[in-house]
């Protein structure tokens, strides 16, 4: 039996495939950097584990296989704990437990079922590349997203090259089997389902980098993690997605966009040329001038123009005075009128505003933490919203000399490493009123208070790592002593700080473009979007934005939160897309510069002009 504390750690999985990438350099599951296949990672155990529990599969050969791999190294507890607080070792555990001893009582695992399709198959992609087993297929057939039922596929692929891929389309449309590709093998909101075949290009990590024309091709099953490692080698960085997303799938499904964007652009910016498969499985480019229009803009949802199979990304100089800067502001239309300025004013490279509650989520490394700390910068310092920026070191005195109060990368440092000190509550009080007329911050944040702020926070690895389980506290110290754990620019570029957004429950993320030049615009969006979220009961905050094209435009992410276990939250996210479906609809087809992401889905290749300016 697997206990019930352990079935609901593992039905809690977000599906955000970080424990794919080494972000922490602690290495990689291995049975997963073996087999590719997500069943075999920790996300896919996780699922796995909590379908046995529930009694939804039976024991396979496949399932025994991949519980018998998993070698209890603990890396994915260090991963999972780092961006989620969860410890999905004791979930490992259970699950070989479970095999094991269901073999030792004399059990025989089921075989697969013979199917001559498979067989077929097999001889396109290899024969360890293609499985109809249940055990695999279970970790491809549901994710977080609440509204998006089960779905099994017939089978599981991962093509190795182009040709492959083109191969398997072919075969797949002359035995009229559907197919969907998934990138990374992760899932969030319910796109990517089919009772055919899922094609992974988990094998497909080719990356070479041109530094002499400043661009990379980037094959499929590429993590933007992975990108940024090789780029940051040759001193370039690129305009990323979330560190385990693949950058051909996020090119296609939702164009590339960060704070980076504001220098970067969003995109048909980002990148140089693609290749793709057709849904005839034929080869095109999108230089070719034979091939299809994806750069236009149609405002209907609309089908991918076919598999990506490689890009050709722009890459971007970095310079050594680049440093992050946080500049705090009470107001909400504050701090993007003076975002937009700096946009404008060409300012800066990364740019957002930033609410307290990411800011509180992204520095703590525990909810609990953070739930502390966000009320000691919101209501103790007033610090309620703030600007991040990266910039040289003509930009960062630029910023100096328009605002009194800035976070420096030094100041920065201290503040995370004291992050528990911060959110003492005798440190709180002694805070309160001292300000005067101004906001605490302000006073806080004066030359003259650092030695004080220094004494009270007590900096250190140990300091922050005293907020983490006790046999966690040695990794974390080891892990914050490392000079990128603590600098503002690293932290934004890798964006290993970002899935930390869903570690109390699963995000449901509005992601809209909107006119920066009318903020009373976009708080009337956040208004009404709260509003909703507030009628049904559910948890909702605003997130980011981030201006592009000189502040003419910018993209505003507002969240909801919800638990994709429970029932009742299944409820309200439906009762309240009744709502807001048809008030973003309406707002994205009739006021310009407004459109929800849901319109450029599966149309991130299109030029930004088409859906921004018409």
Same mark, same amino acid.
């Given at each position: 039996?697997? #206990? ?16 794919? /990438? ?6 990689? $599951? ?11 990672? #920790? ?8 379908? =046995? ?59 697969? #079922?013979?199917?001559?399709?498979? %067989? ?49 389309? @072919? !075969? ?34 080719? /990356? ?33 997605? %979330? ?52 750069? $236009? ?10 598999? $990506? ?52 989520? !992204? ?48 100041? !920065? ?19 309160? *009123? ?9 006073? =806080? ?7 004080? =702020? ?82 049904? *009961? ?12 000189? *502040? ?19 409820? @309200?996210? @439906? ?5 807001? %479906? ?17 319109? /450029?889905?599966?149309? *991130? ?10």
């Amino acid at each position: 039996m697997i #206990p019930e504390h352990v079935r609901a750690q593992a039905a809690q999985c977000r599906h955000y495939a970080m424990c794919k /990438i080494d972000y922490l350099g602690t290495g990689l $599951c291995a049975s997963g950097a073996e087999h590719h296949y997500v069943s075999h990672f #920790p996300q896919g155990r996780m699922d796995l584990c909590d379908a =046995l529990a529930n009694n939804q599969i039976a024991i396979t050969e496949g399932l025994v296989e991949i519980a018998d791999s998993c070698n209890l190294c603990g890396i994915c507890d260090r991963q999972c704990h780092f961006v989620t607080g969860m410890r999905p070792v004791e979930v490992m555990k259970a699950l070989k437990e479970h095999v094991r001893e269901w073999l030792a009582r004399g059990n025989m695992p089921i075989a697969a #079922p013979f199917d001559p399709v498979l %067989e077929q198959l097999r001889q396109i992609v290899g024969q360890r590349w293609a499985t109809n087993d249940p055990a695999v297929l279970l970790t491809y057939a549901h994710d977080p997203f609440p509204l998006a039922g089960p779905q099994m596929p017939r089978f599981v692929i991962l093509p190795g090259n182009r040709e492959e891929v083109a191969a398997v389309v @072919r !075969f797949a449309n002359g035995h009229q089997i559907p197919y969907v590709v998934r990138g990374n093998g992760g899932s969030v909101f319910g796109f990517v389902f089919t009772d055919g075949l899922v094609m992974d290009m988990h094998r497909m990590k080719d /990356i070479v980098i041109d530094a002499e024309n400043w661009t990379a091709l980037v094959g499929p099953g590429v993590t933007s993690f992975e990108l940024q490692q090789a780029a940051v080698k040759q001193g370039f960085r690129v305009n990323t997605a %979330e560190p385990a997303a693949t950058v051909c799938g996020n090119i296609v499904c939702t164009g590339l966009f960060s704070t980076w964007a504001n220098a970067y652009g969003v995109n048909a910016d980002t990148f140089v040329d693609m290749e793709f498969v057709s849904r005839d499985g034929e080869f095109f480019r999108l230089n070719d001038p034979r091939a299809p229009n994806v750069f $236009c803009y149609e405002h209907r949802l609309t089908p991918s123009p076919g598999i $990506c199979t490689r890009a050709h990304v722009r890459l971007h100089p970095m310079t050594e005075d680049e440093e992050g800067m946080l500049i705090p502001f009470a107001e909400f239309d504050e701090a993007v009128d003076f975002a937009r300025d700096l946009s404008r004013r060409r300012i800066g490279l990364a740019l957002g505003v930033l609410g307290g509650h990411y800011l509180s989520t !992204f520095m703590a490394p525990t909810a609990t933490l953070a739930e502390q700390v966000r009320g000691s910068l919101s209501e103790t310092l007033g610090m309620r919203y703030a600007v991040f920026m990266v910039g040289d070191r003509f930009a960062r005195q630029a910023v100096q000399s328009m605002r009194p109060a800035v976070i420096n990368a030094d100041l !920065f440092r201290m503040l995370l490493l004291g992050l528990p000190r911060l959110a003492d509550r005798e440190w709180q009080d002694l805070l309160i *009123g001292m300000g005067g007329d101004e906001p605490v911050y302000e006073f =806080l944040l004066r030359p003259e208070m650092r030695p004080v =702020l220094e004494a009270v926070l007590r900096p250190a690895p140990e300091t922050l790592a005293a907020a983490v389980d006790e046999d966690l506290r040695t990794f974390y110290t080891q892990l914050y002593a490392r000079p990128e754990m603590t600098d503002m620019v690293w932290l934004n570029m890798f964006r290993i700080l970002s899935s930390r957004m869903s570690r109390h429950k699963h995000m449901f993320a509005f992601l809209i473009y909107v006119p920066m030049d009318r903020p009373d615009l976009i708080r009337a969006i956040c208004d009404r979007l709260q509003r909703i979220a507030d009628d049904q *009961g559910l948890e909702n905050d605003f997130g980011f934005l981030t201006p592009l094209d000189l *502040g003419k435009r910018g993209i505003l992410e507002y969240d909801y939160y919800i638990n994709h276990q429970d029932p009742v939250d299944a409820d @309200r996210i @439906r009762q309240a897309a009744v709502e807001f %479906e048809p008030y973003l609809d309406e707002i994205s087809a009739t006021i310009k510069g407004v459109k929800w992401l849901k319109y /450029i889905f599966s149309q *991130g290749c299109a030029r930004k002009e088409a859906f921004l300016y018409t």
